[in-house]
């Protein structure tokens, strides 16, 4: 069931989400105390009793930052503001006339431990003028601990695009009520720090996206079989050592019987090899998801076997080469969902294939291409979007920066596969997998190798139970 902390919302979604609060009684006033207040709490903590400066801005954001300050002040916390600009909501100049404390111009060089950035937040479409950035980047210089709040300044929500070049670093940032894409994309997202969030009690949006959660599973029923938890074949191709890390990923991932389908050399004992002509093959009714592409190659017989793939009424999971090779010419007579999984070249080709034109954010591009293919699109990377074609969108947590190395993208396929193969809606399956995925890597020792994350799925599965 979803949930409203989950829920990732665009500027104008967050805009309809406090309108909707203040229809239903809730004035402004209110929801920036809550939201101040929030934020405040999390100040605190860091702070610790150190010396706390909060810089305002001239809307809402900034109105945030004086409540955080009065709030900070009654605890008896030392804190003063810097007024970057006189306030110019009536929010804002209400929440100034409250906070009791010391406030500086903008001229002024305080030298803190914590700054807390309020200059300006969601909605921000421009670069900061040239006076704000000075302001900013002199106070982030003098205050060992940083945090945003709802965004850092100079940030797009929407697309996660940094306004300005040599904008700072923070250690914490607060999301006032929901999650902002831009607290998940790049360039932007590595630069925040640790996310929190402040809820403000927002209604759960149906229409928003969010973010990859921890599944939750269950261990088998005590009348469970192999088959009855799916069973799954992995394609291989002229390399096979790319379908045997995504099959031991799948083998971790709860689906009840892996095979490989093809050339298996090295396959362990315990994953059974069929290499009988892949159309034969795939006559047994019993299989519940195929993953094809790991390792496969780009010639002919790499051509032919997707087609014979995806020529069966089998959910499947297109992955590296297979991406490479698809066509619409392949999905057009398509029963069975197929979800795809492109890193940024790969997108690239299947939206020259499908006939997109690449513009937009990260999101934008995923949710084109689901639409117009009828695939589940995975757009992975260091900021991993999953979309539907339906318009739904799941945004997944920052993983570790270890997964930079080959072969985990075919781990990551395999656990998605596996999810498809145990019964999962094929969104369900991609986000699934996408969080064992990043499970996995923080349970595996850095540096690890495609096959040591692989080895850690299972273990990554385990703590969803």
């Not at 406090?18 to 809550?34: N, P």
Request: charged share 20%; net charge negative; aromatic share 4%.
């Amino acid at each position: 069931m979803h949930r409203a902390h989950d829920q990732v919302l665009s500027a104008a979604q967050m805009r309809d989400a406090e309108q909707a609060l203040i229809a239903g009684g809730t004035s402004v006033d209110a929801l920036m105390q809550r939201a101040g207040r929030g934020a405040a709490e999390w100040v605190w903590r860091l702070s610790g009793g150190r010396s706390i400066t909060v810089l305002c801005g001239p809307g809402n954001n900034g109105g945030d930052g004086y409540v955080i300050a009065e709030a900070i002040r009654v605890w008896g916390g030392p804190v003063h503001v810097v007024a970057a600009h006189e306030p110019k909501t009536a929010a804002a100049r209400t929440a100034r006339q409250l906070y009791q404390g010391t406030v500086l111009a903008g001229d002024a060089d305080p030298h803190g431990d914590v700054l807390v950035d309020c200059l300006f937040g969601t909605g921000l479409t421009r670069p900061l003028d040239g006076a704000d950035l000075a302001l900013l980047n002199r106070l982030a210089a003098s205050h060992a601990r940083r945090v945003a709040v709802d965004l850092p300044s100079g940030i797009h929500a929407d697309n996660g695009l940094t306004l300005n070049p040599g904008l700072p670093d923070w250690q914490l940032t607060l999301a006032l009520g929901a999650w902002k894409p831009a607290h998940f994309l790049l360039p932007a997202a590595p630069a925040m720090g640790e996310l929190r969030l402040v809820p403000i009690g927002l209604d759960d949006a149906p229409e928003a996206g969010r973010v990859v959660a921890r599944p939750v599973q269950a261990a088998p029923a005590a009348d469970d079989h192999k088959y009855r938890r799916g069973l799954l074949g992995v394609i291989t191709g002229t390399m096979p050592g790319a379908a045997l890390l995504a099959a031991r990923a799948a083998q971790g991932g709860g689906a009840g019987y892996v095979k490989l389908l093809g050339a298996g050399e090295g396959a362990p004992a315990d994953l059974v090899v069929d290499s009988q002509p892949l159309a034969e093959v795939l006559t047994d009714s019993r299989y519940t998801a195929l993953l094809v592409g790991p390792g496969l190659g780009r010639d002919a017989a790499a051509r032919e076997r997707l087609t014979i793939a995806l020529s069966e009424p089998i959910p499947a999971v297109v992955d590296a080469d297979g991406l490479v090779l698809l066509s619409p010419h392949n999905l057009a007579e398509r029963t069975a969902p197929v979800i795809a999984t492109p890193h940024e070249g790969e997108l690239f080709a299947l939206e020259r294939a499908f006939g997109l034109d690449g513009a937009g954010s990260k999101p934008v591009r995923a949710e084109a291409l689901a639409r117009m293919s009828g695939m589940v699109v995975v757009a992975k990377g260091a900021d991993t979007v999953v979309a539907a074609p339906d318009g739904r969108i799941a945004f997944a947590p920052r993983a570790s920066s270890w997964l930079s190395t080959a072969g985990t993208g075919d781990v990551l396929a395999g656990a998605i596969a596996s999810r498809l193969a145990n019964g999962a809606d094929p969104f369900a399956a991609a986000c699934e997998g996408v969080w064992l995925h990043g499970r996995a890597a923080r349970l595996a020792p850095a540096p690890f190798t495609a096959g040591q994350l692989a080895a850690q799925v299972a273990r990554a599965f385990a703590d969803c139970l």
